[in-house]
């Protein structure tokens, strides 16, 4: 099902050139694509210097789209902007619902928000649930690469340490991926971290209660540790729509000794087809945005990324 799928399959982040809280300037690419995903639906076409609201285009004649399954009301969508009843406070934190954008106050326009990064040839929620910003998290768990000795593994050219993090193959692309998932209403991004995390790497929808509580212990000692925000932001993303977009917090949790982590079970549960620990270099074909978060990782823990040194500064 879309609601579940986080901002992983599609998403696109281009680090060049993006800002947000990483002083990043944003740009659309994969919100420009058509067909939308999952349909026959061709956006308008949006030349490069008109992305911007800021440039003025009175021609501008977007399609409106919203998916079949988004109108049929399940609880994870919003209703239709005119429905009786439904009048929602857009930039603050409305009920159960998380509103406000981790970019900024967004601007809303007859009654519908409009995505901060400019025009995307839609109107409409296409697939996305929530009007405005559809919050995701990500949640990147790491370890040092070991040998039978438990010495940690250099690589062999650039001597520095191999870092691993628990990666799934999903269902719908195929591709590996951070165990990411959409935030529920009411619940506190730490939250649906774990909650994802146990979902989609341990399979914890299949356990028992007694499986369940051994895993959660093992897990309080990971997730309450220190940990690193990797990024928080807008994602570009073909789903985004003009007046609906996803929004993604990436979290490193970092087992430093290995301890807590050689003992969890990986077991693939929910949109996972596989789960594995995966060494990681700049050779990972992660899809979307995923690869830059894990090389921001990288850079913070000094962990090898690169056999290619580039311009990097030699202290």
Known sequence: SFSNLSANCWS????????????????????????????????????????????????????????????????????QINDKGFSPKFNERDGEVERKS??????????????????????????????????????VVTRWKRDGSGNKVAHPLTGKNILQ???????????WAIPGGMVDPGEKISTTLKREFEEEALNSLQKSPEEKAELEKQL????????FVVYRGYVDDPRNTDNAWM?????????????????????AGDDAGMVK???????????????????????????????????????
């Open 12 to 79: 696109h982040l281009h680090p060049v050139n993006m800002l947000n809280s990483h002083n990043v300037k944003l740009y659309h690419s994969k919100a420009l694509t058509s067909p939308y995903p999952g349909s026959h639906v061709e956006r308008s076409q949006v030349p490069a210097d008109k992305v911007g609201w800021l440039t003025e285009w009175k021609d501008y004649n977007p399609v409106e789209y919203t998916a079949k399954s988004v109108l049929a009301g399940p609880s994870w969508a919003d209703p």
């Open 102 to 139: 981790l970019n900024g106050t967004y601007v809303v326009e007859n009654g519908r928000p409009r995505n901060p990064v400019g025009r995307t040839g839609l109107t409409g929620r296409g697939l996305l649930g929530r009007w405005g910003p559809n919050h995701a998290a990500d949640p």
């Open 165 to 175: 993090f628990v990666a799934i193959k999903r269902r719908d692309c195929g591709e």
């Open 220 to 227: 309080q000692k990971l997730f309450s540790q220190e940990h």
């Open 247 to 267: 929004e993604t917090e990436a979290v490193n949790y970092h087992d430093e000794t290995g301890e807590t982590l050689d003992n969890l079970p990986l077991e």
């Open 277 to 315: 620990w995966v060494d990681i270099s700049e050779k990972l074909k992660l899809y979307a945005s995923h690869s830059y978060f894990i090389k921001l990782v990288t850079e913070k823990r000094r962990a090898h990324w690169s056999e290619d040194p580039g311009p990097e500064c030699h202290e």
